[in-house]
């Protein structure tokens, strides 16, 4: 199976910027499409934003033009720039993998990003 190992979450402003990093144990191009999910308590989790092998990416309309999702292929990295941060950002960040033709699909532990004063 893949393995998922997310970093870089942490305690930031209002405003700040944080960068996640999703570290897969295969090439990511072997994967149909890498996403940022997010969950905040009591509340679903939600695509927060994707890239494919291809490199078409989506975004949730509340992270549109605050956050971009990239890639680093050397690395078998997926991250996840976070600009403009707001307080309703703050929840668990998932990276998940799906492979092609929905061979697997396969989330990391999450880390924790708070956004607050």
């Known amino acids: 199976q893949v393995q998922l190992v997310e970093s870089g979450g942490g305690l930031v402003q209002p405003g700040g910027s944080l960068r996640l990093s999703c570290a897969a144990s295969?090439?990511?191009?072997?994967?149909?499409?890498m996403g940022w999910y997010r969950q905040a308590p009591g509340k679903q989790r939600e695509l927060v934003a994707a890239i494919t092998s291809g490199g078409s990416t989506n975004y949730a309309d509340s992270v549109k033009g605050r956050f971009t999702i990239s890639r680093d292929g050397a690395k078998n990295t997926v991250y996840l720039q976070m600009n403009s941060l707001k307080p309703e950002d703050t929840a668990v960040y998932y990276c998940?993998?799906?492979?092609?033709?929905?061979?697997?699909?396969?989330w990391g532990q999450g880390t924790q990003v708070t956004v607050s004063s």
């Open positions: 295969i090439r990511i191009f072997s994967i149909y499409v």
């Open positions: 998940n993998a799906q492979g092609y033709s929905g061979g697997f699909s396969h």
